[in-house]
T-cell receptor, first 116, second 112 residues
Framework: AQKITQTQPGMFVQEKEAVTLDCTYDTSDPSYGLFWYKQPSSGEMIFLIYQGSYDQQNATEGRYSLNFQKARKSANLVISASQLGDSAMYFC?????????????FGAGTQVVVTP | NAGVTQTPKFQVLKTGQSMTLQCAQDMNHEYMSWYRQDPGMGLRLIHYSVGAGITDQGEVPNGYNVSRSTTEDFPLRLLSAAPSQTSVYFCAALKGANYGYTFGSGTRLTVV
């Protein structure tokens, strides 16, 4: 069984600063994918970034980067130069093809508030 | 190109009523899933499908049915609504892992 843990229920960060959101996972599958999603107060789920377990390099997407430490089973999201529009709930999730790509397991989420 | 379309956006049901939440995608994606989101919790998988005609249960399937007769549509049926099914429901479709899942805008369901 897969499990995703996000230990930070909420964080405050000042505008223009970087913030790291923690995510640890547990799986016995050798092949898996890790995802980060943003959910603003409007409620939609926005895909941010993906990391495959066999990817050699950490994923980056604009101001988002994923600090992937496979041995420690962690996949932390780093948001650089925070903006007020980054205030949202952030979810870490994983899926494994040996189970099914159709099954996405989510963490409980981290609420980020960006202050001026 | 609408992506994933969910209807309705809001619904109030009485206990014991049945209804179908609609989900349609225009991206020809094989994988589709239904999730529910309760306050303070992440999304939990209800049912998923790996292609037309193939569905399977997720983490919280009780009280819900699905079918996938076409690639485009993946409706979720509540058989006999209960207050515990009050939640926000999301449908999602996956093209490929690198692209992430595309989510619908959600259905806020209240069962009274």
């Amino acid at each position: 069984a897969q499990k995703i843990t996000q230990t930070q229920p909420g964080m405050f960060v000042q505008e223009k600063e970087a913030v790291t959101l923690d995510c640890t996972y547990d799986t016995s599958d050798p092949s898996y994918g890790l995802f980060w999603y943003k959910q603003p107060s409007s409620g939609e789920m926005i895909f941010l970034i993906y990391q495959g377990s066999y990817d050699q390099q950490n994923a980056t997407e604009g101001r988002y980067s994923l600090n992937f430490q496979k041995a420690r089973k962690s996949a932390n999201l780093v948001i650089s130069a925070s903006q007020l529009g980054d205030s949202a709930m952030y979810f870490c999730a994983m899926s494994a093809p040996t189970d099914s790509w159709g099954k996405l397991q989510f963490g409980a989420g981290t609420q980020v508030v960006v202050t001026p | 190109n609408a992506g994933v379309t969910q209807t309705p956006k809001f619904q109030v049901l009485k206990t014991g009523q049945s209804m179908t939440l609609q989900c349609a995608q225009d991206m020809n994606h094989e994988y589709m899933s239904w999730y529910r989101q309760d306050p303070g919790m992440g999304l939990r998988l209800i049912h998923y499908s790996v292609g037309a005609g193939i569905t399977d249960q997720g983490e919280v399937p009780n009280g819900y049915n699905v079918s996938r007769s076409t690639t485009e549509d993946f409706p979720l049926r509540l058989l006999s609504a209960a207050p515990s099914q009050t939640s926000v429901y999301f449908c999602a479709a996956l093209k490929g892992a690198n692209y992430g899942y595309t989510f619908g805008s959600g259905t806020r369901l209240t069962v009274v």
